[in-house]
């Protein structure tokens, strides 16, 4: 059995996000766990574009007032709050509106 047919949801969800973000910043992400604020992988420029990112692929859209960074630490982090905006429980980082079609 190969590691994608054995892996649980949060696992699956987690490699999604780690591929996303390390896209998204040209960055390799050595965890979910790794806290991207402290290693220095994520910056404000990264944190915009990994929030666009999400809304992209997950069409998943945060409230920018109400934005909490430690919901964007980790890989782990982010994935849990996808995780939250689908089952619509809301989350740390403000309220959830389906993405807009802008185009």
Do not use: N, W, Y
């Not at 402290?38 to 910056?43: I, Q, R, S, V, Y």
């Not at 574009?49 to 909490?68: C, I, N």
């Amino acid at each position: 059995m190969s590691v994608s047919e054995t892996a649980s949801p949060r696992a699956s969800l987690q490699a999604q996000v780690a591929s996303m973000v390390g896209d998204a910043l040209q960055v390799d992400v050595p965890a979910p766990e790794t806290d991207l604020l402290e290693a220095g992988t994520l910056d404000s420029l990264g944190l915009v574009e990994v929030l666009l990112q999400l809304e992209r692929r997950f069409g998943v859209k945060a409230d920018l007032e109400g934005l909490d960074f430690d919901t964007f630490r980790s890989v782990a982090s982010i994935a849990d709050f996808i995780a939250r905006a689908r089952v619509g429980a809301g989350s740390l980082v403000g309220s959830l509106t389906a993405p807009e079609d802008s185009r």
